[in-house]
């Protein structure tokens, strides 16, 4: 019977460890042991190499000094926030935004460029790319030597370890190394990643699904996109393959395949009103649910058409994840939640209508409007949970 890798086992414990100190720090060696199931002595000997390499720090519970204080101060330990600086940036169509992060995934600085990079050339789109970065570390006071890595956070079919970009709404071309070209760029450790999977971290980590260890993410943008996290970690496909749940089949027709990007996606639900000028510019410029919104409260009856369509289908598709999954709690992000009353009664109700009788009440639905921002942090948190499980010496980690 074949062992397990015993430096895999120690990577995984190391992992344990640092995330446990993130989650509950400060917290003692025993809490950590008591936590994570690894012996007092295992916990220990990672602590020890973790003080060592200033990726955490100790502070002390208690004044020996005071004479009203029996017994020794507690070690505590907690992350060191001068460890390591990463950017995150979520990468639209018509905005990029950056933050800039310390070790425990604090901002430091944010970064907003409103403009519209959807089917520009590759080059000019890292030329932009680049600029921004650059400025949110400038901005952060840093300089990018002080930076260990950067997430870039893109809709569309990432190939998450190679850095690959295999489609991309926002993209003309197809199977670009976007990892490779912007390490070159910025001499940085660049990560490419699905924004959907970066929102899913930045949940878990920050938001909505801090107290869970299992959850499923459902992304409602100009893509939709799934994010699973189970036991703790992120669940990607093969490769690293991101899920891009706006290519799942519903079904045939006479004109071939029918696609839940068809039925629920932004196109499907303002492609049909381009005619209408106001709403034509309002989506080049990146606000076509917004000017949707107001055009439902108007009582605009068309769009109100597609958007009880729209939260049908996706309203069946939660709960066909849940069949499947069974996850505590499915968060539902995006710019179709601007769609209002119409899109979340219709997709309720046919969630409930769709759960089977076994399962339900197992999971949460929770929408949540999360800003740019957010998404952003959330691929700052994909880089630093790259470098939690990077091996580390007194220089910093292993590139």
């Keep these: 019977m074949k062992t397990a890798d015993p430096e895999l086992m120690r990577a995984m414990n190391r992992l344990s460890v640092l995330d446990t100190i993130r989650r509950r720090g400060p917290i003692s060696r025993v809490e950590i042991s008591e936590g994570t199931e690894l012996s007092p002595t295992t916990v220990s000997a990672i602590t020890g190499s973790l ?15 005071s004479e009203t204080v029996r017994g020794r101060p507690r070690v505590m330990l907690e992350l060191n926030p001068a460890a390591a600086r990463v950017v995150g940036a979520k990468i639209a169509a018509s905005r990029m935004v950056f933050v800039v992060t310390d070790f425990c995934g604090e901002v430091l600085a944010t970064l907003t460029l409103p403009i519209r990079i959807d089917r520009q050339p590759i080059s000019v789109i890292a030329d932009i790319v680049e600029d921004g970065v ?9 300089s990018l030597v002080d930076v260990h890595s950067v997430c870039l956070g893109l809709p569309g079919v990432i190939e998450h370890r190679s850095g690959h970009i295999r489609s991309s709404p926002i993209l003309r071309d197809t199977n670009v190394d976007f990892a490779a070209e912007m390490s070159a760029r910025l001499d940085t450790t660049t990560i490419v990643e699905s ?26 943008e100009q ?31 006479k004109d071939g395949v029918v696609r839940l990007s068809s039925q629920a996606g932004e196109n499907a639900i303002l492609g049909f009103q381009q005619t209408d000028g106001r709403l034509a510019e309002a989506v080049r410029l990146g606000r076509g649910m917004a ?32 069949t499947l999954f069974a996850p505590p709690r499915v968060i539902l992000v995006g710019s ?58 007194t220089t910093g980690p292993a590139r």
């Design 291 to 322: 000017h949707a919104q107001t055009l439902i409260k108007a009582d605009d009856s068309q769009l109100i058409t597609a958007a009880i369509r729209a939260g049908e289908t996706i309203g069946f598709t939660i709960a066909n994840i849940v």
């Design 51 to 65: 003080l060592d390499d200033g990726l955490i720090l100790t502070r002390h519970e208690g004044d020996i000094r």
């Design 223 to 253: 893509t939709l996109g799934l994010g699973v996290l189970h036991n703790n970690r992120l669940f990607r496909g093969a490769g690293g393959l991101s899920h891009n749940l706006g290519d799942l089949v519903l079904g045939m027709s």
């Design 336 to 393: 179709s939640l601007a769609l209002g009353e119409p899109f979340l009664n219709s997709l309720r109700d046919a969630y409930s209508l769709a759960i089977p009788p076994s399962l339900q009440g197992v999971s949460e639905l929770v929408f949540d409007d999360s800003n740019d921002d957010f998404w952003a942090r959330g691929a700052a948190a994909v880089a630093l949970y790259e470098l939690y499980e990077s091996p580390w010496n």
């Design 134 to 142: 650059r400025r949110c570390v400038l901005d952060a006071g840093l």
């Design 195 to 220: 924004d959907a999977t970066a929102i899913t971290l930045a949940h878990h980590w920050f938001g909505r699904a801090r107290d869970l260890e299992d959850m499923v993410l459902v992304s409602l």
